[in-house]
Every structure is written in C-alpha cells, then in structure tokens.
C-alpha cells in the first residue's frame, strides 16, 4: 500500500506542477484555432518546398492537438489537397513544437530541454523531408492516397474534421472578441482538453509508478550511465524505441521523460524520446489502416530515422555550447501542494477554465463533445478533388454546420 501511495503522490505532484501551463497553452492554442480555418490551412500546403514546410510547422505549432487528433488531421489535410509532406511537418509540429509542451519542460526538467524541442523539432522536420525526397517513391505515394480516400476509421477523425473557427470579415481581434468567437474559444479549449486526457493521465500513472517501483539501478544499467559516451551514442537510439512501446503519446510523456531522465538516458536521448509520441504501438497501427501497410512501414523507419538524427544533433550542439544540465540535480517533484507561485498560478488559470467550460456547457457543447471519435470523411466531404473547396467554397463538414447553429444561440 505503501508503495501504491508513493506512486500517486509523485503522479499528484507532476500534476499540479503543469496544470496551469496546460491551460495556458490550451488556451492560446484555442484562440488562433477560433479564427483559421481548416480549408485554409490546407490550402496553403500544397507542395512540399522549404517555404511551405515552414508555414506547416508554424501552423502545426499554432493547432495544438493530441497525438491521435493530429494524426488524423494530417489524413485530412492530405485528401483535401495538403503535399503529404507539408502534412507530415504539420503533423510532428502540431504535438512537439506547442507552447503548452515547451513550459511544461520547463517546469519539469528545465529550460534547455524546451530549448533543445524547439531546437530539435525544426531538424527532424528537415531531415523528414530530404529523407521523403530521396526515398519516397509516386508508386508508394499513389498507393498511400488511394488508401486514404477509403476514409478507414483510426481515432478522433470527429475531432479531426470539426472546423470551429469563425468566419466572416473583420479583424483577427473583432472576430475573436465577438460573441461567436468567445464561444468557439471555448469550443475547441474543452475539445482539445478532452482529446488530450486519457493520454495525459496514463502518462502521469505510468511515471508516477515507475519513479516510485523501478530503481534507478536499472535505468543506470540500461542507458549505460556509467560510460558517458556509450551513453550518447545509445540515447537517441532506444529512446524512440521505449517511446513505441509505452503507449504514452503527446504531452503525457513528458512526466515520463523526467524519469528516464533521472535515470540516466542522454540529453540527446529524451527529446528523441518526445518527438516520437507519433511512433508509438497504437498509432503505427493507425498508419496502416490510413495509408496501407508499406507506408506505414516507410513512415516508421523515416520518422524514427529523423528522430534519431535530431537527438544526435541536439547532443553534439548543446554539448559544445555547456547547456546540458547535470543529470545529478534531475528530481521528481513529489513535495505535494504548498503556497507558492505555481498554487496562484493554478487557481487564476482553473478560473479561467472554469469560465471556457460553462460557456462551452451552455452553448451545445456536449453534443460537440460526442462526435469527438465521429467517423473519417467522405471522400467528397475530404475535398481533394472538390473545386468548390480549392476555389475557397463554403465548407462541407456537418460537424461545423452544426457548430454554427450553437454559436448563434450565444
């Protein structure tokens, strides 16, 4: 028993740690997703040159989603029209270059591994695309879009395919301020909190037990923490590979990052580990039902290729500048609640969550909410080949149909 509650005390610890970054960056990610459209995001990314790799980086960076969500939003984005490319940078940026992931490293381990992810991500995202220019062959490609306008259920394509944003003339901060834009804030605040849950929690469980059961002996062992250079070379090697079978995505691995962290793994190691929140057992297998079994297999060797290459970089350049932390101050947080800058920060953000939820509650969203797994859309509804929808026509989704009519009854 006793070890049960040491577990769950270090699981509430990380949690109140992060809460209030969590909504920060919920919150932020809600009001730029309030007014950008879907169908302009994919129109934008129709081809995969160095300019459009970096606006789908900031545009993923701007549409913070859960893993599972962003996965499938970049099926979406390539049967609308996206470059399979621009929708794979999307969808690495959209859960590894977002605000709430950089604060919550900084809270948990430091600012240098918010550095490094930022740092890191840009790379793999370079790396991908030479990786996808000299390898990915039109055979495999022609296969892969075939297989994807089947429309084959993965997970959250309800999410996915939901456009809460508002439409209209006016500014970005009149749009916003309006009533319709306070209720799409809050709309797509609490989906984005509902998508990222399970894997948030499960994480926290899952570091929380192992800092508490599995000694860092172990760790030690594994991550070669004796032998510092074996220890470099073998990080970002195994640290995807403990990612796959953790079945810990998005930001839930963070808490689990600060583990192997204490326990050893390099520096280069754990953000090879984050980045691969998008190669873990259960969304490999999503790959294959949206792009058929061979492009699964060459997006699984590429992404971890890129993984690996990124982890590497960002040891060797940190390395050389002196900003890797001493893994001898590494701690996981277990000293519980106390009256300090993260409580007040807690209770001003769990105000203003409380304000997005009840208007969320009072303006349809619960029936928003039970769409949330939904199904994929139809090969019309996806756009690819609509001209309505490459000519910037009205969008087609019964979701967002459905979503106007609850904003108009602010």
Same mark, same amino acid.
């Given at each position: ?5 040491? +577990? ?28 950008? #459209?879907?169908?302009?995001?994919? #129109?934008?990314?129709?081809?995969? %040159? ?24 970049? %099926? ?41 992810? &930022? ?13 996808? %220019?000299?390898?990915?062959? @039109? ?29 209209? @003339?006016?500014?970005?901060? #009149? ?23 399970? @894997? ?23 991550? &070669? ?62 790959? %294959? ?34 900003? *890797? ?14 009256? @300090? ?5 807690? *209770?001003? &953000? ?9 208007? &969320?509650? #009072?303006?349809?969203? $619960?029936? $928003? ?14 756009? +690819?080949?609509? +001209?309505?929808?490459? +000519? ?19």
């Amino acid at each position: 028993m006793h070890a049960i509650v040491h +577990a769950l005390t270090i699981t509430g610890s990380m949690t109140w740690q992060i809460t209030w970054a969590l909504i920060l960056g919920f919150a932020l990610s809600a009001v730029v997703q309030a007014v950008v #459209r879907k169908s302009t995001v994919a #129109r934008v990314l129709g081809d995969g %040159r160095p300019r459009t790799l970096a606006i789908a980086s900031l545009l993923g960076a701007a549409s913070s989603s859960c893993s599972y969500a962003a996965v499938a939003l970049a %099926r979406s984005l390539f049967r609308k029209g996206a470059d399979f490319t621009a929708a794979m940078a999307f969808e690495i940026a959209s859960t590894n270059l977002v605000v709430e992931l950089g604060v919550i490293l900084a809270l948990l381990m430091g600012w240098q591994f918010t550095l490094a992810e &930022f740092t890191g991500g840009p790379i793999m995202i370079v790396v991908l695309a030479l990786l996808f %220019r000299l390898f990915l062959r @039109d055979r495999l490609l022609r296969q892969a879009r075939e297989q994807a306008e089947r429309g084959v259920a993965g997970s959250m394509e309800g999410h996915a395919a939901m456009d809460m944003s508002v439409g209209g @003339d006016g500014s970005f901060l #009149r749009r916003l301020l309006s009533g319709r834009g306070f209720t799409s804030v809050s709309h797509v605040f609490v989906m984005e909190w509902a998508a990222i849950l399970r @894997d948030l929690v499960v994480g926290l469980l899952v570091a929380g037990a192992i800092a508490a059961w599995v000694p860092d002996s172990f760790w030690h062992g594994f991550f &070669f923490a004796g032998h510092p250079a074996l220890a470099r070379l073998w990080g970002p090697l195994v640290g995807p590979l403990v990612a796959v079978v953790s079945f810990v995505c998005s930001i839930g691995n963070v808490p689990l990052a600060v583990v192997l962290w204490q326990g050893g793994i390099s520096f280069g190691g754990v953000v090879a580990f984050i980045f691969a929140d998008l190669l873990i057992a259960p969304i490999l297998s999503i790959y %294959r039902k949206y792009y058929g079994l061979r492009m699964a297999a060459f997006l699984a060797a590429t992404f971890y290729a890129a993984m690996v290459v990124a982890g590497y970089v960002v040891e060797l350049v940190f390395g050389g500048l002196g900003l *890797i932390p001493s893994q001898s101050t590494a701690k996981v947080p277990d000293q519980g609640v106390s009256w @300090d800058y993260t409580t007040y920060l807690n *209770i001003a &953000f769990l105000l203003l969550a409380a304000v997005l939820a009840i208007r &969320f509650l #009072r303006t349809g969203g $619960m029936m $928003m909410l039970k769409m949330m797994g939904g199904e994929p859309e139809s090969a019309s509804e996806s756009g +690819a080949t609509s +001209a309505a929808e490459s +000519a910037g026509g009205t969008e087609a989704h019964d979701h967002h149909r459905h979503h106007d009519h609850h904003q108009d009854r602010r």
